[in-house]
C-alpha cells in the first residue's frame, strides 16, 4: 500500500457498510491540517459522519489480507494501487481504530468497501499512540 494520498471527492460502497444499510454514496473530505485523516459524509433520509484514517500513516507495518474477489469488485489489480482506510474512534480515554473492519478504495474511480475480517488477529479497538 502506498503512502497516504489525499483523495477526496464522492465515494460509493459496492455494499453498505454494516449498521448503515441505507447508504452507499458519501462524500470524502481530508481534514484540513491532518494528513492522512479523512471525514465521511453520508446523505440521504439522515445524515452521518464517520472518521476515517490512512492507515499507511497511523497503523505502519498494518496488512490486512483482502482477496482477490474483493480487489476485482473495486477494479484494483492489487492492494498497492488501492488505498486502506480505518474507521476512527475518539473518545476520552483515547483514540482507536477500527483494524477488524477496514475500509478499501480504489481512488481513481472512488469504489469502496469496508471488509470485515475473521479471526482475532486484528483488534476492533487498536489504541493510537
Known amino acids: 500500500m502506498s503512502m497516504s494520498t489525499q483523495v477526496a471527492g464522492s465515494v460509493t460502497f459496492t455494499a453498505p457498510m454494516p449498521g448503515l444499510e441505507?447508504?452507499?454514496?458519501?462524500?470524502?473530505?481530508p481534514i484540513p491540517d491532518a494528513q492522512g485523516l479523512y471525514s465521511l459524509e453520508g446523505s440521504g433520509s439522515f445524515t452521518i459522519r464517520l472518521f476515517l484514517?490512512?492507515?499507511a500513516?497511523?497503523?505502519?507495518?498494518y496488512a490486512p489480507p483482502f482477496t482477490r474477489g474483493t480487489l476485482s469488485d473495486l477494479?484494483?489489480?492489487?492492494?498497492?494501487s488501492g488505498q486502506v482506510l480505518?474507521?476512527?474512534?475518539?473518545?476520552?480515554?483515547?483514540?482507536?481504530?477500527?483494524?477488524m473492519a477496514p475500509v478499501v478504495l480504489n481512488p481513481r474511480t472512488g469504489a469502496c468497501t469496508q471488509v470485515v475480517l475473521d479471526g482475532r488477529e486484528f483488534p476492533l479497538r487498536?489504541?493510537?499512540v
Do not use: K, M, Y
Not at 75 to 80: A, I, M, N, T, Y
Not at 86 to 99: Q, S, Y
Open 86 to 99: 480505518v474507521v476512527v474512534n475518539p473518545t476520552e480515554a483515547g483514540t482507536t481504530v477500527n483494524l
Open 75 to 80: 477494479e484494483l489489480d492489487s492492494v498497492q
Open 57 to 61: 500513516l497511523f497503523v505502519p507495518g
Open 126 to 128: 487498536h489504541r493510537l
Open 22 to 29: 441505507a447508504l452507499t454514496d458519501f462524500t470524502l473530505r
Open 53 to 55: 484514517a490512512d492507515a
